[in-house]
């Protein structure tokens, strides 16, 4: 029962998802623009020392590939949750949360879904960096499988945790910005953490408590066949804890869905 329950969560996503191609398009564009466009003019001026997990000098189109791949997962969980207040609205979620099946398993079912959307984008990222040259080893694409279930499920999470809040779809821009671009740039996707400290100490320290930033470095491990395992125990708190949030913020007894959906 419970695997029917996920398999059709699963197949609602991925329709929803094939139906809105779209998506794909939108998320390819973002980082592809900072590779092929940005990265041109960095690299001149970025030069990226030998560091974890690097054992020689990289050009800058190879560093910035895991926070890439990191950005397009965290675009896909803020778009996941933009689909949970227009289900809200809409009425269909109600009869989501209105199964038999546990509450907290629906949203960890719909969390599992939008990862998978989130891996399909970025390996197809993956492919089209192949293609202009910019490659990892060829073992990190499959090693780095876990990485991505973990940071997609950790951005899903955060955006589930968003959506409990937000009592608009005209809010969601805002908020959005608010937590997306903040979330990216402070963090280690496009500049290493000891350019950042040279630049201001207190924004080096910003990055270090930002989620995000281990997230990246855990994708970036993986991709060259080392684990990172300071990144992997705060992706996973922080999962856990996004996650925790967001099923009390859908709690209609607790929770803010209480003054949404169940009054």
Not at 180 to 187: A, N, T
Request: glycine share 8%; proline share 5%; charged share 15%.
């Amino acid at each position: 029962m419970y695997w029917t329950c996920f398999v059709g969560v699963l197949k609602r996503e991925l329709l929803r998802f094939w139906q809105q191609r779209s998506r794909l398009i939108s998320a390819l564009v973002r980082p592809l623009l900072w590779l092929v466009v940005f990265a041109a003019g960095f690299r001149a001026a970025l030069g990226v020392a030998i560091i974890p997990p690097y054992e020689t000098y990289i050009t800058y189109e190879v560093y910035i590939i895991p926070g890439l791949a990191g950005v397009i997962m965290l675009f896909n969980g803020m778009q996941s949750s933009l689909s949970m207040v227009y289900d809200r609205e809409m009425g269909s979620m109600k009869v989501l949360l209105t199964s038999p099946m546990p509450r907290p398993f629906l949203l960890v079912s719909k969390l599992l879904a939008g990862a998978c959307i989130s891996m399909l984008q970025v390996y197809a990222f993956f492919a089209i960096a192949w293609l202009l040259e910019v490659e990892a080893e060829p073992m990190g694409y499959l090693l780095v499988i876990p990485a991505l279930l973990l940071t997609a499920l950790l951005l899903g999470a955060l955006g589930l945790l968003l959506s409990s809040f937000i009592k608009q779809l005209e809010n969601f821009a805002g908020v959005m910005n608010f937590v997306v671009f903040p979330m990216f740039f402070l963090s280690s996707a496009l500049y290493p953490l000891w350019k950042m400290r040279e630049s201001s100490e207190w924004l080096y320290w910003i990055c270090q408590f930002n989620p995000f930033t281990h997230a990246v470095e855990l994708i970036r491990f993986a991709l060259y066949g080392q684990f990172n395992g300071q990144a992997a125990l705060v992706t996973g708190v922080c999962t856990l804890i996004f996650t925790s949030l967001a099923i009390w913020g859908y709690d209609p007894k607790r929770g803010m869905v209480k003054r949404k959906v169940g009054g």
